[in-house]
Structures are given as structure tokens and as C-alpha cells.
């Protein structure tokens, strides 16, 4: 399980409406190439997209599917497909008058199939980037995103 927080220069309101942009994520996670949106109309649980992502051995389709929507607080999701899929939270909080918010991510990588022996590495490589990601998604929203 990979867990990080970081603060943000902006609302927990204004946080979860950029998050809410899925087609968006790209500015701010590195190695998302494309996000198309399966499920109609604004984000909610059951909502599915498929991201296509830089992965070791090509670019590969993952298609997501939102366990939990509860703005501007929390939204959770899970991977359907692949041999590594993804489980996760990020959770956005304010922080003291309430201008500011910390947000944190959850992430695990569970392998299925074969996928049980590349998770770990999987998992090493986020403990990488998922800082990284929080750092853009930072930058992004505090230069008015």
C-alpha cells in the first residue's frame, strides 16, 4: 500500500472539481496517456473510464471503476482488468481556516494471475511516482488550474 499526502493552496472544493475532471488527470499524472470515459454525465459510483497508461512492454488499456463518490471529500476506485490492478482513495481535507487542503492517496497494486509476480515492482514504481503525481496536481492547481 502506497499512502502520501500533501498540501494544496486551495479549497477542498476547488480540489475535488479538478479531480472530478477525469479527462484531466493527464496534466498531472505522468504516465497517463488517455482517459475516455465509458459511463455518461459527472463522476459518481459506477462511473467507468478506461486510462491508457506507460507501462514496462507498451502503452496498456485499465479500465477503472469508481467505488466511492463523495465530494468534495473522497472518491475511491478500482481496476477491473489487467494483471496489476489498481485499488484506491484519495481523500481531501481542509486545513486550518479552510483555504488550504491536504490531499492523500491511497494506493494499492494487486496482482491477479501472473500479475501476483510483477505487483511488487508494480508497487515500487508508485512509492516513485505517486510523490511525483502530488507534486504536479500541486503546481497545477496552485498556478490556477
Do not use: C
Not at 51 to 66: A, I, K, W, Y
Not at 84 to 104: F, M
Request: aromatic share 4%.
Amino acid at each position: 500500500m502506497v499512502t502520501e499526502s500533501i498540501e494544496i493552496a486551495r479549497t477542498p472544493e476547488e480540489v475535488f472539481a479538478y479531480l472530478d475532471q477525469l479527462q484531466r488527470h493527464g496534466e498531472w499524472q505522468e504516465h497517463l496517456v488517455d482517459v475516455k470515459l465509458v459511463t455518461e454525465g459527472p463522476p459518481r459510483v459506477g462511473t467507468r473510464i478506461v486510462q491508457t497508461r506507460r507501462v514496462p512492454g507498451g502503452p496498456r488499456e485499465f479500465t477503472l471503476e469508481v467505488t466511492q463518490h463523495e465530494p468534495p471529500r473522497r472518491v475511491s476506485w478500482r481496476g477491473l482488468n489487467g494483471p496489476v490492478r489498481p485499488v484506491g482513495t484519495v481523500t481531501v481535507e481542509p486545513v486550518g481556516d479552510g483555504s488550504r487542503s491536504r490531499v492523500t492517496m491511497e494506493l494499492d497494486l494487486r496482482g491477479h494471475g501472473f500479475g501476483k509476480l510483477i505487483a511488487p515492482l508494480a508497487r515500487r514504481d508508485a512509492r516513485k511516482q505517486v510523490p511525483k503525481n502530488q507534486a504536479r496536481l500541486k503546481e497545477r492547481l496552485e498556478s490556477g488550474a
